[in-house]
């Protein structure tokens, strides 16, 4: 195809079919992969501290709370009966059996949610491998030594005046226990079997797109398989190896927590005292933070649970995510107030005097002011990473494959047959006229609907070598926002400005145009030229 040129000895532009345009809007917001499970984190962390609030709340129904002091006062704390009718050793083993159960599976669901290099894959899935095998070994003796002790499960109250105890048989609780030792035992070896094996012969791995390339062009050369001795998979094998370890992550983290709930329903059939007879001197007529306390820690936990759900909302809008983040800030702030308000008041039931007969314990309370400040440095860590540490990564870029239309459909319209006054030379014959001329930049536009705002705007999609476009610095991909003073917000617009421009003049565009993972704006002086029309 010959080359056309125009009055300036400017090639005519010759329009490619197709293009890939590039727009980086910073009206959405893109989350860091770590968000996903930090919230997730974060979420179970709150519950743990609504379900302490309920646990220690001085509920006696949903709508009634009353003051307590967070002490719990034990007459036979330093006996079996102090736990359930079962023994410490075996209480603190089970505990163990369910935190390396749960523990090695979020490992190993970490490991494989952020997939990282394959050297580093296979060294924390051995770690996974490790803490598993560690449950394993503690459920196979917990249940050993719990087997011939369900029996021993009570539930004893004393008689405040004659100090005589009575136990209530609960071996229902310890033999759903037992049976939860040996099956968190199993299901933590077979997950670790299928994870050793099966994470080393390439069937349990997230793979980098490169990753795929490179090996999918090693496996088209036998000879270089049969010499690094690869195996060649199965097609379909990895479906099923990771369907398999799934189903078992999934089976010993239920049963582990199961394991855990139970143990703590056995620890909290320990015998608990209150009223004058057994504390004369505060009487103390129940175990409870303050109504304040309970009331303020409701409310953060109910909230921060909220901020959680609502931040799984698929809704990209950076100022919704913004309000989130500012919501999440005051949460935080609220988890440090509720702190230091049962520091406060945990530290002065500490000063109490003890009664005579009984033992004094805080564990639970000591657990619930830890988990106040825990939480508040849980949202603080979240916000600081992925608001301020993340920032510059979080605006989201769109790809679009738009396919190209004639250069006349993008053309400033005119009159193909204007009205002139032809000039008459002085012996009455008529002088030879330049045809008229019409604008011409050397650039195709396109009208693009953004996906989430449906917003217009004119996108360039192909620049004319040498003409006067590329010579202005326009390029594809860039966003045409201003004619001098005119704001171009459709194609329209543009045409009309493109149109109203003399030939020769200079206009200054504005352009929006993506700088690596950001946007900037620049300005570009073009001069417009003519073509015959």
């Given at each position: 195809?010959?080359?056309?040129?125009d009055?300036?000895?400017k090639p005519?532009?010759?329009?490619?079919?197709?293009?890939?345009?590039?727009?980086?809007?910073?009206r959405?917001f893109?989350?860091?992969?770590?968000?996903?499970?930090?919230?997730?984190?974060?979420?179970?962390?709150f519950?743990?501290?609504?379900?302490?609030t309920?646990?220690?709340g001085?509920?006696?129904?949903i709508?009634?709370i009353r003051?307590?002091?967070p002490?719990?006062?034990?007459?036979w704390?330093?006996?079996?009966?102090?736990?359930?009718?079962?023994?410490?050793?075996?209480?603190?083993?089970?505990?163990?059996?369910a935190?390396?159960?749960?523990?090695?599976?979020a490992?190993?669901?970490?490991?494989?949610?952020?997939?990282?290099?394959?050297?580093?894959?296979?060294v924390?899935?051995?770690?996974a491998?490790?803490?598993?095998?560690?449950?394993?070994i503690q459920?196979?003796?917990?249940f050993?030594l719990?087997?011939?002790?369900t029996?021993?499960?009570?539930?004893?109250t004393?008689d405040?005046g004659t100090?005589?105890?009575?136990c209530e048989?609960r071996?229902?609780y310890?033999?759903?226990?037992?049976?939860?030792?040996?099956?968190?035992?199993?299901?933590?070896?077979v997950?670790?079997?299928?994870?050793?094996?099966?994470?080393?012969?390439?069937?349990?791995?997230?793979?980098?797109?490169?990753?795929?390339?490179?090996?999918?062009?090693?496996?088209?050369?036998?000879?270089?398989?049969?010499?690094?001795?690869?195996?060649?998979?199965?097609?379909?094998?990895?479906i099923?190896?990771?369907?398999?370890?799934?189903?078992g992550?999934a089976?010993?983290?239920?049963?582990?927590?199961?394991?855990?709930?139970?143990?703590?329903?056995?620890?909290?059939?320990r015998?608990?005292?209150v009223?004058?007879?057994?504390?004369?001197?505060?009487?103390?007529?129940?175990?409870?933070?303050?109504?304040?306390?309970?009331r303020?820690?409701?409310?953060?936990?109910?909230?921060?649970?909220?901020?959680?759900?609502?931040?799984?909302?698929?809704?990209p809008?950076r100022?919704y995510v913004y309000?989130?983040?500012?919501?999440?800030f005051?949460?935080?702030v609220?988890?440090f107030?509720?702190?230091?308000?049962d520091?406060?008041?945990?530290?002065?039931?500490?000063?109490?005097?003890?009664?005579?007969?009984v033992?004094?314990?805080?564990?639970?309370?000591n657990?619930?002011?830890f988990?106040?400040?825990?939480n508040?440095?849980?949202?603080l860590?979240y916000?600081?990473?992925e608001?301020?540490?993340?920032?510059?990564?979080?605006?989201?870029?769109?790809?679009?494959d738009i396919?190209?239309?004639?250069?006349e459909?993008?053309?400033?319209?005119?009159?193909?047959h204007?009205?002139?006054?032809?000039?008459?030379k002085?012996?009455?014959?008529?002088?030879?006229?330049a045809p008229?001329?019409?604008?011409?930049?050397?650039?195709?536009?396109i009208?693009?609907?953004?996906?989430s705002?449906?917003d217009?705007?004119?996108?360039?999609?192909?620049?004319?070598?040498?003409g006067?476009?590329q010579?202005?610095g326009i390029?594809?991909?860039d966003?045409?926002?201003r004619?001098?003073e005119?704001?171009?917000?459709?194609?329209?617009?543009?045409?009309q400005?493109?149109?109203?421009?003399?030939?020769?003049?200079?206009?200054i565009?504005?352009?929006i145009?993506?700088?690596?993972?950001t946007?900037g704006?620049?300005f570009?002086q073009?001069?417009?030229r003519?073509?015959?029309?």
């Amino acid at each position: 195809m010959e080359t056309e040129f125009d009055q300036f000895g400017k090639p005519i532009p010759v329009m490619e079919h197709g293009a890939h345009v590039v727009e980086t809007d910073y009206r959405l917001f893109r989350y860091s992969k770590f968000a996903l499970p930090w919230v997730l984190f974060m979420l179970g962390c709150f519950w743990v501290l609504l379900m302490l609030t309920f646990w220690r709340g001085g509920f006696s129904n949903i709508k009634d709370i009353r003051n307590g002091i967070p002490r719990d006062l034990e007459p036979w704390s330093n006996t079996i009966d102090g736990e359930g009718g079962l023994r410490r050793p075996i209480r603190n083993l089970r505990i163990s059996t369910a935190v390396h159960g749960i523990v090695g599976v979020a490992i190993v669901a970490l490991v494989y949610y952020s997939n990282p290099r394959p050297k580093l894959q296979m060294v924390a899935y051995l770690i996974a491998a490790v803490i598993l095998i560690a449950c394993f070994i503690q459920g196979i003796i917990a249940f050993c030594l719990d087997v011939g002790k369900t029996k021993d499960a009570v539930k004893c109250t004393t008689d405040p005046g004659t100090r005589v105890k009575e136990c209530e048989s609960r071996v229902g609780y310890a033999v759903v226990a037992t049976a939860l030792d040996i099956i968190t035992a199993i299901f933590a070896l077979v997950s670790t079997v299928m994870l050793v094996i099966w994470s080393r012969d390439e069937t349990f791995k997230r793979k980098h797109r490169a990753w795929n390339e490179q090996e999918r062009g090693i496996s088209e050369d036998p000879a270089f398989v049969e010499e690094i001795e690869m195996k060649p998979i199965i097609p379909g094998q990895d479906i099923v190896h990771k369907s398999l370890i799934g189903f078992g992550l999934a089976a010993t983290l239920i049963s582990a927590i199961l394991l855990l709930i139970f143990t703590i329903f056995i620890h909290e059939f320990r015998e608990r005292v209150v009223g004058r007879a057994w504390d004369p001197t505060n009487n103390q007529n129940i175990a409870a933070w303050p109504k304040e306390n309970t009331r303020f820690r409701l409310s953060v936990s109910i909230i921060a649970i909220c901020l959680c759900v609502l931040s799984f909302v698929p809704y990209p809008k950076r100022i919704y995510v913004y309000v989130l983040a500012w919501l999440f800030f005051c949460d935080m702030v609220m988890h440090f107030v509720i702190f230091a308000m049962d520091v406060n008041d945990l530290g002065s039931a500490k000063t109490l005097s003890c009664p005579t007969g009984v033992t004094c314990e805080f564990a639970i309370y000591n657990a619930t002011c830890f988990f106040d400040i825990f939480n508040g440095i849980l949202i603080l860590i979240y916000l600081g990473y992925e608001f301020l540490a993340k920032h510059k990564q979080s605006t989201v870029t769109v790809h679009r494959d738009i396919p190209a239309a004639p250069l006349e459909e993008f053309m400033p319209p005119y009159d193909s047959h204007p009205e002139y006054v032809p000039v008459v030379k002085p012996d009455g014959t008529r002088a030879l006229e330049a045809p008229p001329l019409r604008p011409l930049l050397g650039v195709e536009v396109i009208e693009v609907e953004h996906p989430s705002t449906q917003d217009l705007s004119v996108t360039v999609i192909n620049v004319t070598p040498g003409g006067a476009a590329q010579e202005a610095g326009i390029k594809v991909g860039d966003i045409i926002a201003r004619w001098d003073e005119i704001p171009i917000t459709c194609k329209a617009d543009f045409a009309q400005a493109v149109s109203n421009a003399a030939i020769g003049s200079q206009v200054i565009l504005q352009v929006i145009r993506q700088i690596g993972s950001t946007t900037g704006v620049e300005f570009c002086q073009l001069t417009v030229r003519g073509v015959p029309a």
